[in-house]
């Protein structure tokens, strides 16, 4: 996932964009001259409760500051934000009838949801208050919601949910009794704890407690070693702890390899500056990879060419606008390079693996991604509520749009690390690395 925060009285931003997945922990933005925000304002008297109750007054005045944001700051190209009044409708008497802050945010974020794409997300203020920290109280889980429950697809290390026995590719089935259908019944306030029913990736089911508390979300990034000619880096997030220092340092080893795997599977994403920093590690100063596609490049595409239809393809086409790699302290890597990624990678994670596909001929290894790449900011909104809201969409540097088309891998593999150590898709990886240099 890659964030950006960004204040709706202010057309300038100071943080970067952020591509992110639609996870429970933590979205992208163009690295060209990115806009500014307004530092957040202190909590007077610390975020509302997942729990608090909340009246008619504060939901209007928190759904009149979203509709403001959607129409006059929210961006896809060909979406017509007016829609949102259509959304609101159909669920009025939920809306009416959650009353409390978690209940309130479930239904808007369904209403949300009917858009129909990725990066578009209302946060309650205990997880506003939370965003761009190294440390939350929360689960640790990233899901996906299905017609059968809730597929897990991150488990942050020492967190709640690590600690409880879930893993990746489980799937929830019920919490505390009921449907495992909506995401905001995993929220909820420090010590909460969760019943859950969960079916096993062997097709075993087990009940787990899942106790809510305050953990670490930093995993500083890895270089390990397959033999001599062969490094595997691990980068978990382009979001808050990713680090640039240790990243190069790491480069800077790794340089005497032959292969390298970028390992990104459950990496869902974060800042555009921190993706453009790791793809100018492994690709040539100035190597182009794709476009961001903004409001002001379609109005300008549209004064130009009056009577095309406005899709992103089509202003890629147009546009001579292109993002592209900077020099870093560290030499770009010269070696063969394969990229692995998963359905819990998303965002930055799913631009880092086709552009590295289309700049230096990377395999791509694992499973399909989210396909969720939209650049988004975030709104501050009344009662301490912000919006996640899309801004530009993205197309690769071939003209490939993946929002909604993730990248397809080369080698589809999947499994996870076994009693014997070894990592079937990392072994996949290295055997595909060494046997296309043959």
């Excluded at 933590?26 to 307004?38: H, N, R, S, T, Y």
């Amino acid at each position: 996932m890659i964030h950006r925060a960004f204040s709706p009285s202010s057309s300038r931003f100071k943080i970067p964009f952020v591509l992110t997945g639609l996870f429970l922990l933590g979205a992208l933005a163009p690295a060209q001259d990115p806009p500014k925000v307004d530092p957040p304002k202190p909590a007077q008297a610390g975020p509302l409760a997942n729990t608090a109750p909340i009246n008619k007054e504060q939901k209007d005045s928190v759904l009149k500051g979203m509709s403001d944001v959607l129409m006059t700051r929210a961006f896809v190209p060909g979406v017509d934000f007016k829609k949102w009044d259509e959304f609101l409708e159909k669920r009025k008497d939920e809306i009416e009838k959650a009353d409390n802050v978690a209940a309130f945010g479930g239904v808007i974020n369904r209403a949300l949801r009917d858009f129909g794409f990725s990066h578009i997300r209302l946060s309650t203020p205990r997880a506003a208050a939370q965003r761009g920290q190294t440390s939350m109280v929360g689960s640790g889980l990233g899901v996906t919601v299905g017609d059968d429950g809730m597929k897990v697809t991150r488990v942050a290390d020492e967190s709640p949910a690590k600690t409880a026995g879930l893993a990746v590719g489980d799937l929830i089935v019920k919490i505390d009794g009921k449907k495992a259908d909506k995401r905001e019944d995993l929220d909820g306030d420090e010590g909460r704890k969760i019943a859950l029913e969960v079916k096993k990736e062997d097709g075993t089911t087990k009940e787990l407690t899942l106790e809510l508390k305050k953990f670490s979300t930093v995993r500083k990034e890895t270089l390990t070693w397959m033999g001599d000619d062969t490094a595997v880096l691990r980068v978990y997030t382009f979001a808050a702890g990713y680090g640039r220092d240790n990243i190069e340092t790491l480069m800077k080893d790794a340089a005497k390899a032959k292969y390298l795997v970028l390992d990104l599977r459950s990496n869902g994403g974060g800042a555009v500056n921190n993706l453009n920093h790791l793809l100018s590690l492994l690709m040539p100063n100035g190597t182009s990879y794709g476009t961001f596609i903004s409001r002001k490049m379609a109005d300008d595409f549209k004064k130009e060419k009056p009577d095309a239809e406005v899709t992103a393809e089509a202003i890629y086409s147009w546009t001579k606008t292109r993002t592209r790699t900077r020099a870093r302290s560290v030499k770009p890597f010269e070696g063969k390079i394969a990229v692995l990624v998963n359905r819990g990678s998303a965002s930055a994670s799913e631009i880092c693996a086709a552009s590295l596909r289309e700049g230096v001929g990377a395999q791509i290894v694992g499973q399909p991604s989210m396909g969720a790449v939209l650049a988004s900011v975030y709104a501050r909104l009344p009662e301490g509520f912000s919006l996640q809201h899309p801004v530009s969409d993205y197309i690769t540097d071939k003209g490939v749009l993946l929002e909604k088309h993730p990248p397809t891998p080369d080698v589809a593999v999947t499994g996870t690390k076994g009693e014997d150590g070894k990592d079937p898709v990392i072994e996949k990886a290295v055997e595909t690395l060494k046997k296309a240099s043959k």
